[in-house]
């Protein structure tokens, strides 16, 4: 007979996993006071939202609030972010927030994914997408130090934080190590052309799938060509998507084909997304309804826009810039461990 798996809370499964949950604990200390240092408020935001985050391949827990009247009712989500409700609380006048928040994002399971995970978001006003990239190499020199580490690792794979670390560009990236130009595949920036980069990459033997979007090409392209080589031997800014993956972010104002906004890679694992935050209501409200568009194409859903979000743009938020760091990550990094399980306090449970 097949002995049972020991169930995650069982003694000696604990032990296995008490040096990492330690680390974690003591990282989480160092956190808090690296941002006090800094000037920033911890704030704490509802997970239950109208609108979860707009990404379109995320897909959200849903739920239904019940009011005094039994047909009072309401459909909410968690959210798959924090960031809707914490830029209102800049638009309301905090200038420097941070938040480690618990966020859901359902059908995604993984070594390095789990459906409920601790996301580490945080702003600051008057500040730009490449302020942030110092506020990563700061924080994460502290947590490592904290930890008692000097190196994050994957296995046999190690970045050095103390390094110099990397910038570089998705064009830059796309040449080195695909020898594409990408932006040379879209013409217009705003509707790239997936024909042009799909006979770009046939020419490297990449080839295109029926169905294809120019998005989901690149996306292949990045996976399987361009990640495996970043945050190798130091950490790696990816930097400047192009303007049609812009998310939340603004165009770069000297050249508007590519976004100010930036991803962070330590042994090929992403960390962080980072954006020099779009506050222009209209640009927004429109890429909102592109994304979901697009959403109810592919996946046969939408959700709702945060009217109450456009509202506070509409009203005004500060030129600022934000990112969201998955700590779980980080800590996976710091202490070497096999997977994001083995950093959680508590898993969700398998179906």
């Known amino acids: ?59 959200a827990f849903a739920t239904e609030l019940v009011g005094s009247h039994p047909d009072d009712r309401l459909t ?10 914490m830029k ?22 993984s070594p390095t994914h789990s459906p409920e995970f601790t996301m580490l978001e945080w702003y ?15 924080l994460t020199r502290t947590l490592c130090a904290a930890a008692g580490v000097d190196t994050l690792r994957r296995g046999d794979l190690t970045c050095d934080p103390h390094a110099e670390w990397e910038v570089l560009t998705v064009q830059e990236a796309f040449r080195r190590h695909v020898g594409i130009d990408l932006l040379a595949t879209a013409p217009d920036p705003a509707r790239p052309d997936v024909a042009l980069l799909a006979q770009a990459a046939a020419a490297v033997g990449i080839h295109a799938h029926d169905g294809d979007s120019w998005e989901d090409l690149f996306f292949r392209i990045s996976l399987d060509r361009i990640e495996p080589h970043l945050g190798m031997g130091r950490p790696t800014f990816l930097t400047d998507y192009p303007v049609s ?3 939340l972010s603004r165009p770069k104002p000297k050249d508007g084909r590519v976004a100010e906004r930036f991803e962070l890679y330590a042994c090929g694992v992403e960390l962080a997304n ?15 309804e592109a994304d979901m568009d697009l959403k109810q194409s592919l996946y046969g859903e939408r959700y709702p826009i945060d009217a109450d979000f456009l509202a506070a743009l509409e009203f005004g938020l500060p030129d600022c810039a934000g990112i969201a760091l998955g700590f779980d990550r980080l800590v996976m990094l710091a202490t070497n461990a096999a997977g994001i399980d083995d950093v959680l306090w508590a898993p969700v449970a398998l179906p």
């Open 1 to 59: 007979m097949k002995t049972p798996t020991q169930p995650w809370w069982h003694p000696d499964r604990m032990a296995r996993r008490a040096a990492n949950l330690k680390a974690r604990g003591t990282m989480t200390r160092a956190l808090r006071r690296w941002f006090e240092d800094g000037g920033f408020e911890e704030v704490e935001t509802p997970a239950l939202q109208v609108s979860p985050g707009l990404e379109p391949h995320l897909v």
């Open 76 to 85: 909410l989500r968690l959210h798959t972010s924090p960031e809707f409700t």
């Open 88 to 109: 209102k609380l800049l638009v309301g006048g905090l200038p420097r927030i941070f938040q480690l928040a618990h966020v859901y994002r359902n059908g995604e399971r």
């Open 124 to 138: 600051r006003v008057g500040a730009g997408y490449r302020d942030l990239m110092d506020d990563c190499i700061g």
């Open 245 to 247: 993956m812009a998310a």
């Open 274 to 288: 980072a954006f020099g935050e779009l506050t222009d209501p209209t640009v927004q409200k429109a890429r909102f």
